[in-house]
């Protein structure tokens, strides 16, 4: 199911999405004009490779070993990889960062990318791969969107064949399948010892929760809250509440 666009208003302009969004494609068109070996050299040790936080590899300083946590999260591997990515912090970014403000939204947003990369080096320790990318980060956003909007509404296109079809959905149902289907594949790279379509997907796993637990933290007070996002767990009854009026 890919995103097209959710129906929660935003009552101000999401600077900090914006400004998210132009840096991550600056550093691609960057990435693009480079050499493949010296671009293959800036992913390797500029993106999070868990062996090195393990001891099992010794490459390089403390310095850069550590500043590639925060590197990382501006670095992808293709176009497709740089607009999937954009697109869901498009759609989802400016509500979360509504509740919160531009700065704290940028904390949040990183400290959400520090707890990817950090669930991604304890699922797989000895990895040697260089993983890079903003969705740890976008899903700590989606981890703050599944509380805070619940009965928004998201329209998601799903091709069957050739042909995409369009439905919507409540924003927790959606969700929850993408928080389930990352689990699920990230269950399975542990199984098989190796990750599963490239994909870190207990990184995006371990983003969701920590946006899900620290989202309140950064909201500000003074904000004015729907009724639904004072109960997200009780979603059933007021969806129902909802469609029957």
Excluded at 149 to 169: K, N, Q
Excluded at 171 to 178: C, D, E, G
Aim: net charge neutral; aromatic share 18%; charged share 10%.
């Amino acid at each position: 199911m890919f995103p097209i666009q959710d129906d929660a208003p935003r009552r101000g302009v999401p600077l900090a999405t914006y400004f998210l969004i132009a840096v991550n494609v600056a550093v691609f068109l960057v990435e693009v004009a480079l050499p493949k070996e010296l671009l293959q050299q800036l992913v390797f040790y500029l993106g999070v490779v868990p062996a090195r936080y393990t001891g099992g590899l010794e490459d390089v300083g403390p310095g850069l070993k550590y500043l590639a946590l925060f590197t990382s999260l501006f670095l992808h591997g293709s176009w497709i990889h740089l607009f999937g990515n954009m697109w869901t912090l498009w759609i989802f970014g400016d509500n979360v960062e509504d509740r919160m403000g531009s700065l704290r939204f940028l904390v949040f947003y990183i400290l959400c990318g520090l707890a990817a990369s950090f669930t991604h080096i304890y699922f797989h320790p000895g990895s040697t791969v260089p993983t890079i990318g903003a969705s740890g980060a976008i899903s700590g956003v989606l981890g703050a969107y599944y509380a805070l909007f619940p009965l928004a509404r998201v329209i998601v296109m799903i091709p069957i064949f050739i042909f995409p079809f369009f439905f919507e959905l409540p924003a927790v149902f959606y969700l929850a399948w993408w928080f389930f289907l990352q689990v699920f594949s990230g269950t399975l790279s542990v199984v098989h010892g190796e990750i599963v379509g490239g994909v870190a997907w207990w990184a995006h796993a371990g983003g969701f929760v920590a946006g899900l637990l620290l989202h309140r933290l950064f909201c500000q007070r003074k904000c004015h809250y729907f009724a639904d996002e004072y109960k997200p767990w009780g979603v059933l009854a007021l969806y129902q509440q909802k469609t029957n009026r």
